[in-house]
C-alpha cells in the first residue's frame, strides 16, 4: 500500500483542459468576458450603487449575445444549454450578485416563458427578455411557502365574463417574497399561482403579469416593498410583492401544460395534478444545476485566493533557521485547504457530467426515468455542493486570517453572497430527501408524485432492494471493481476499484437498511409521520452517501478521459484525496458496520496526511487550473511586497517545501 | 439505560439563575442598558454611520460608569473585574461592533496600560481612558505578524542624548495592521514594539504613542491607512499605522515588566526575555475571555432567534391535516439545533467558571501555576466557543431560510460579525496548539517559554504521563466517577460519571499517545518540525477533548449549584445531549481505540435523537433563560402575523409538539 509518486513538473495546460471538459470553448468565450474592466470585482458599493452597477453588467452580457446562448436560434440564442450553463457558473468569479440577477432574468424568468409558455409567448417576449429590454422576475416563492411550494396561497381565478384571470394575494402568507428584479427594475413576473376556473382549483400554474409599466411606474393592483439589505447579494434587488385584484388575459397563463378555454374549461396534457404539478417544476431543473455551478465556481475561486496566499504567508521562524515557516507547509493548514481542494475537483467534474447530460437530453425523445434521474442528481448536486461551498469558504476565510476578513480580499463577498445558495433554489434539507426519495422508489415516480405517507406504502409493499445505479462510467466503474481485491485484508487504499466498492458498499447498506426500516413502519401500526421523522437522520444519510458514489464516479471517468501523462497521474492522487478523506469523515459508519478495523481507520487518517505532504508542492498548480482570469483575483493581499511570492510551479514549490520541512517550529 | 422524564413545567427564573450564576447582578444591570434605545439594533448603516454610532453608544457606556467597572477603584472603577467581564460580553446583543470597539478602548488599550504600566501610567491616563476622553488603540498587529508576535518588526530605539525613543516601522510588513480604533478616533496608541538600547535589542514591549491630536490631526512621523470594508464590525474603525522616527520621551515606555535608565541601560524584574514576554502577554488574559465571552453571546442570541422562528414556522400539510407541520418538530432541523443550543449551555457555564476564576485571582498571591492554567484554559476556551459560534450561527442562518438571509432578521450581522473571533485575539488553531503544549509540559513553564524544539525536548526527557488535572468541581466528579460502572458492558449512557470517565479516558489517552509520539520523535534522529508538524492534527485533537472535558465539568458543576428541581432537572437532560452529542461526533476515536462496539456507537445516535425528541417542547424555555431581552431582537421574521405563534411554556410547546408528531408528511 503506497501512493505512486508524482511527476516533477505538471502539464498545466492539459490539466486546465481536463478540468474544462467539454465545455472547454464556452469557459475560454467566457473568460474573455471576465478580463474586461466591466466585470472586475468591486468592493465597498452601497446598495444601490450595487445594483446599477449588476444592471449594467447584466445589459452588456445581453448586448453581447452572451446572455441567449441557451435559447433557440430563432430567438436570437445557439441553443447551446450546455456552453451556457457553464458560462453563466463563470459569473461567479466577477460578482455573484450578478451571476444571480442574470439567472432570474435567463435562467428562472426566460426559462419559465421557454419551458411552461407555448409559441405565442415564445414569439412575443423571448427577443425582448433576451436582449434585457424586459427585465423580468420569477415570483414563485411565498412568505409562507418556500419549501413546500404546492401550498403557495396566491390565486388566479378565471373570470369568463372578462375572459380574464384576477391574480389575488389572499394574506400576508401568500406575498411573494425574495423575488428577485422586484425591487427596483422587473417590468413583468412569471408569477406562480392556484389556476381557479369554475369554483374549481387546479393546481399551481404560472401566469404572465406586468408589474411596472415602461417608466418604472408599478402596475394597478400591483405593491412592492423591497426586502432591503440582506447578508450578501446585494447587487440583486429582491422584492415582496402582493397582488389586489390585478386582471390579467387569458393568454397570460403560460399554457404548455395546462390550458383554459374561453368558457373557463381547464385541459391539461398530464391529467393527475401532483404530476402536472412535478413536470413543470422539472423542466426547470436547469436553475438549481445553475446554482451548483455557481456555488463550485466561488468555492474554487476562494481556495484560489487561499492556497496562493497560504503559499506566500509565512510565520513562525524556527530556533537558527534563516526564514520564516511558509504557511502551507504546516499539517494543519494542509489539512484545511487541500482535501477541500480535492473535493473541489470532484465536485467539478460531477457538475461537467450533469450539464452534458442537460445538453443531450435536447432534442432527444422524451425519456421519463432519465429526466427523472436528472432531477435527482441535480437536487443531490445542488446541496452537496452549495453546502461544500459554505464550509469551503469559510475554511479559506480562516485560513487568510486577518486578511481574509478584509473586503478588498475578495473572501467575504464569496462568503456572503454564496451563503444563501445552501437555502434556495430548494432548502438542502429538503433536497436531499427528494434525492433519498428517488432512491428508493427507483425513479418510478417523479420524486414530488408521492407523499410521505405514499412512500412509505411504496416501499412496504416491495420487497425494495437497493440497486447501484451506474453514472456514464459504467463499463469502467465495473471493470475497476471488479479487478479489486475482495478481501478487505488484502485491500490497498489506494486501489481505485477498491475505493469504488466501498463507496457502492455504503450506498447498498444504507438505502437498504433504510428500505427495510420504512417497511417496517409503513407495515406496522407506527404513524407514518413519526416513522418518517424518526429515520429523517438515515433519510439525509443515504442522499449524501448515493451522492458521494455519483461524484466519484464522475471523477473516474475524468481521469479516465485524460490523455496527458502528467495531469493524469496528478489527478489521480487528487481523487484519492477525495476519496480517502471522505473515508476518513465517514469512518464511524464503516467501523460500526464492521468493514473497518480500527487499524484500517487509523491508516486511512494517515493516508490523507501523506497525501496532503504529496500534493502540497502542486497546491498552486492546482488552484491555477481552474482557469480563473487574474483579472478576477487581484488582491492587495497577494500583492503586499515583502510576502514571499509563491512559487508558480509545481517543481519550484517542491524546493520550497523541502526547504522549509527541513526547519521547525510550528508554536509560539 | 434510558432518559428520566422531564417535569411538564418548568421555572424559568430558577433557570435563568442557574445560567446568569455569579454574577447575575452584572446581568442584569447590563440587561438595563440594553433596554435602552441607544442600543436598539440597527441595519444597514452605510460605514461612516455605524462608526459614529458605535461611537456615541461607546459614550453613553463611559457615561455611565459602565465602561470602567472593572478598574481600580481609585481610577473610577469598581474593581469588579468579573462583573465588567460578565456585561461586555453582553454587549454581543446590541452591535458585536460596540462590543470590539469597547474591547479595543476599555480591554486592550486600558488593559495595557494599566498592567503593563506602572502608577505614573495609571494616574495620568486610566481617569481619561475610562471616561473615552482619550480614545486609544492597542497596536500589536502587524501585516507580516499576527499570530508571532515575538517577531514583529516595529522598533523603539533608545536614543540617550535626547532621552526619547524613536519609533520605526522598517518595511511594510511591520506596519501595524487591523488596529481597532486607529482609522478614525485613536488618540493614542499602545504599540508594541521591539526595544532597543545601546545597540542591543530586549524584546517586545509597549509603549503609550500619541497619534492624533485634539483636533483629530496626525501626528508627525504617524501615517494612518483606513483598512476599509470589512466582512463585519465595520462599526469598528481598524487600520494601518506606520512610524517614521517619532519621538515619545522615556515615560512611554509601559515599564512594569522592563525600564530604561536615562543613560540606556535595561532593567527587568524578569531576565529571561522570552518568559518576561510571556509574562506580559498574559496579565492581557482577561482580553481573550472577553472574546470568548462575546462569541458566546453571539451563538445565544442567533439559537434564541431561529429555536423561536422554528416553533413558529410551518411548512409540509400532512394529508388529511389541518394544519402543517411546525418545522422544529423535524428530526432534521433538531438536530441543526438542540445539539447546538446544549453545547451553548455548556460553553456557557465553563466561561462563567473561567470568569470567575479570574475575579478571585485579584488580590491574592501570584500563583504561576494557576495562572498558567487561566491563560491555557482561556486559549481553549476562546478557540471552542468561537468555532462554536460560527457553525452555530450558520445553522441558525440556514435554519431559518431565506428569512435568516434578510438583514432585517439580525442574523446575517451576528453571523459576519462574529466570523473574525476565530482568527483574532489569536488565531485558534495556532491556540489550540498552546493549549496541547501546556498538558504536555503540565504548565511547569508558561506555554510561550519553551519553542517547539524545547517542547519535543522536555517531553522526550520525561517519563510524561497525562495527568488530569480536576477543574473547581473536583471532588463532585471524583465522586461521580467513582460511582460509575466500572465495565462498559453495565454502563448506562445516561449515568453522569460513566460520561465523566469516557471523557477523562480519552483525555488521557490522546494526551499519553501524543508524548509517546513527540518522545520517540525527540529522542531519535528525526527533524524536530517534521515530528512536530507530523504530529500536528494529534495536538490538535489533544487539546479539543480536554477542553471538550474542561467544559463538561464546568456543567456537572453548575447542574450541583441549581437547587430548583425542575430546572435542575431539565438541566441534566441538557447536559445528556452535550455529552451524548460530543461522543457521537468523536464516535469513530472511540471506535478505533477499541472503547466503543459498534453497537454501542449506534446507541449512541439513538440516545441523541431521543433527547433532542425530549427537549424540544422545551426548546424555547431554554432559549428564554438565556435572558436576552427583548428589545435586541425584535425582528419582523418573529413578527409576520399569520405565522403561528411558538408556545412560550414547555407544557403549552409539548401539547403543540404532540400534534404535530401525529400527523404526517416530512417532503414534498
Redesign the interface.
Known amino acids: 500500500m503506497s501512493i505512486r509518486p508524482l511527476p516533477a513538473a505538471i502539464d498545466s495546460d492539459a490539466l486546465l483542459r481536463s478540468l474544462d471538459g467539454r465545455f472547454h470553448d464556452a469557459r475560454e468565450r467566457t473568460r474573455g468576458y471576465l478580463r474586461r474592466d466591466d466585470f472586475r470585482p468591486v468592493?465597498?458599493l452601497?446598495?444601490e450603487a450595487h445594483r446599477e452597477r449588476v444592471l449594467q453588467q447584466a445589459r452588456v452580457l445581453a448586448e453581447s449575445g452572451h446572455a441567449g446562448h441557451g435559447y433557440p436560434e430563432r430567438y436570437g440564442g445557439k441553443s447551446d444549454v450546455g456552453g451556457s450553463v457553464t458560462g453563466f457558473e463563470m459569473l461567479a468569479y466577477a460578482d455573484l450578485s450578478l451571476q444571480v440577477k442574470a439567472g432570474v432574468q435567463w435562467g428562472l424568468f426566460g426559462g419559465a416563458v421557454l419551458h411552461l409558455g407555448t409559441e405565442r409567448h415564445h414569439e412575443r417576449y423571448l427577443p425582448a427578455i433576451l436582449s434585457l429590454e424586459l427585465p423580468g422576475c420569477f415570483a414563485m416563492?411565498e412568505?409562507?411557502?418556500?419549501?413546500?411550494?404546492?401550498?403557495i396561497g396566491t390565486t388566479a381565478t378565471y373570470d369568463e365574463e372578462s375572459q380574464c384571470f384576477v391574480l389575488t394575494t389572499p394574506?400576508?402568507?401568500s406575498r411573494k417574497?425574495?423575488i428577485g428584479n422586484a425591487a427596483r427594475d422587473g417590468r413583468m413576473a412569471a408569477v406562480f399561482a392556484q389556476l381557479v376556473t369554475k369554483g374549481t382549483s387546479h393546481g399551481v400554474h404560472a401566469f404572465l403579469v406586468p408589474i411596472r409599466d415602461e417608466q418604472g411606474q408599478l402596475c394597478d393592483g400591483v405593491d412592492i416593498e423591497d426586502?432591503?439589505?440582506?447578508?450578501?447579494l446585494n447587487g440583486v434587488d429582491n422584492g415582496r410583492i402582493t397582488f389586489t385584484d390585478v386582471r390579467v388575459p387569458v393568454e397570460a397563463l403560460l399554457n404548455r401544460y395546462g390550458d383554459v378555454a374561453p368558457d373557463g374549461t381547464y385541459t391539461s396534457p398530464i391529467e393527475n395534478e401532483n404530476k402536472r404539478f412535478f413536470t413543470m417544476l422539472g423542466t426547470l431543473v436547469q436553475g438549481r444545476i445553475s446554482v451548483s455551478g455557481g456555488a463550485g465556481a466561488a468555492a474554487r475561486a476562494a481556495l484560489a485566493l487561499a492556497v496562493r496566499y497560504g503559499g506566500r504567508r509565512?510565520?513562525?521562524?524556527?530556533?537558527g533557521a534563516e526564514e520564516?515557516?511558509i504557511v502551507l507547509?504546516?499539517?494543519?493548514?494542509q489539512?484545511r485547504l487541500l482535501p477541500a481542494l480535492a473535493k473541489s475537483y470532484a465536485l467539478l467534474f460531477a457538475q461537467g457530467e450533469m450539464v452534458a447530460a442537460l445538453q443531450d437530453a435536447i432534442g432527444r425523445p422524451a425519456d421519463d426515468h432519465a429526466q427523472r434521474e436528472l432531477e435527482t442528481r441535480a437536487a443531490g448536486i445542488k446541496a452537496v455542493t452549495t453546502w461544500h461551498a459554505?464550509a469551503t469558504i469559510?475554511a479559506c476565510?480562516?485560513a487568510c486570517?486577518?486578511a481574509?476578513?478584509?473586503?478588498?480580499n475578495l473572501?467575504?463577498q464569496l462568503?456572503?453572497d454564496s451563503?444563501?445558495f445552501?437555502?434556495?433554489e430548494g432548502?438542502?434539507?429538503?433536497l436531499m430527501?427528494?434525492v433519498a426519495?428517488g432512491l428508493l422508489t427507483r425513479y418510478r415516480d417523479h420524486f414530488?408524485e408521492l407523499?410521505?405517507?405514499g412512500?412509505v406504502r411504496f416501499v412496504a409493499d416491495q420487497v425494495v432492494e437497493a440497486v447501484i445505479e451506474r453514472t456514464a462510467a459504467r463499463a469502467l466503474v465495473q471493470r475497476l471493481v471488479a479487478a479489486a481485491p475482495g478481501r478487505d485484508e488484502d485491500a490497498d487504499l489506494y486501489d481505485r476499484g477498491y475505493q469504488l466498492s466501498l463507496f457502492e458498499w455504503r450506498e447498498k447498506h444504507v438505502v437498504d437498511g433504510l428500505a427495510r426500516r420504512l417497511r417496517r413502519a409503513g407495515s406496522g401500526s407506527a404513524?407514518?409521520?413519526?416513522a418518517?421523522?424518526?429515520a429523517?437522520?438515515h433519510l439525509?444519510l443515504a442522499a449524501r452517501v448515493h451522492v458521494d458514489r455519483v461524484v466519484l464516479e464522475a471523477f473516474v471517468a475524468a481521469i479516465d478521459r485524460c490523455e496527458e501523462a502528467s495531469s493524469k497521474a496528478l489527478l489521480e492522487r487528487v481523487c484519492d484525496l477525495f476519496v480517502l478523506s471522505n473515508l476518513e469523515d465517514d469512518?464511524?459508519w464503516f467501523?460500526?458496520?464492521?468493514r473497518f478495523t480500527?487499524r484500517q481507520?487509523?491508516a486511512i487518517?494517515k493516508a490523507v496526511?501523506e497525501l496532503c505532504k504529496r500534493l502540497r508542492p502542486h497546491a498552486e498548480v492546482l488552484v491555477d487550473a481552474f482557469g480563473i482570469p487574474d483579472e478576477c483575483l487581484q488582491v492587495p493581499m497577494l500583492a503586499?511586497?515583502?510576502?514571499t511570492p509563491g512559487s508558480a510551479t509545481g517543481a519550484s514549490a517542491a524546493a520550497a517545501s523541502a526547504t522549509a520541512?527541513?526547519?521547525?517550529?510550528?508554536?509560539?
Open positions: 468592493v465597498g452601497d446598495m416563492t412568505t409562507g411557502h418556500g419549501s413546500d411550494v404546492q401550498a394574506d400576508e402568507l417574497d425574495y426586502c432591503g439589505h440582506k447578508a450578501g509565512r510565520q513562525f521562524r524556527p530556533p520564516e515557516v507547509d504546516y499539517l494543519a493548514h489539512r459554505t469559510q476565510r480562516e486570517g486577518g481574509g476578513y478584509l473586503s478588498e473572501l467575504p462568503k456572503a451563503d444563501v445552501t437555502t434556495f432548502d438542502n434539507t429538503v430527501q427528494l426519495k414530488g407523499d410521505t405517507l412512500t404513524d407514518p409521520f413519526e418518517f421523522n424518526a429523517q437522520d439525509l469512518r464511524a467501523l460500526e458496520h464492521g480500527g481507520a487509523k487518517t496526511n503586499t511586497p515583502g510576502v520541512a527541513s526547519s521547525s517550529a510550528a508554536m509560539p
